[in-house]
C-alpha cells in the first residue's frame, strides 16, 4: 500500500527545480539572514521573497535546472 508522500512523488514524478537550485537558494537564504546578502542596487535585502529569487537567479546563470521566471 503506498503512502500518501509516495502517490505524490508518482504524480508528480519530473522535478521542477534541481538540488543544485535549491542548495543556492540555501545559501541566498543564510547569507540574508546574518545580513550580508545585498541586492542589485548595493541595499540590504530583508524580503525572503527577494532572497529566493536572488538564489533561483543565480542558479539559471549557472545552469542549473531551474524553469524561466514568470514575468
Known sequence: MPTATKKAATKNSTRKY???AG??????MKAMKEGK??????????????AIAIGLSEA???GKKVP???S
Do not use: C
Open 60 to 62: 539559471r546563470k549557472a
Open 18 to 20: 534541481s538540488p543544485a
Open 37 to 50: 546578502l545585498k541586492s542589485g542596487s548595493g541595499k540590504k535585502v530583508t524580503d525572503r521573497k527577494q
Open 68 to 70: 524561466p521566471p514568470k
Open 23 to 28: 542548495k543556492s537558494v540555501e545559501r541566498e
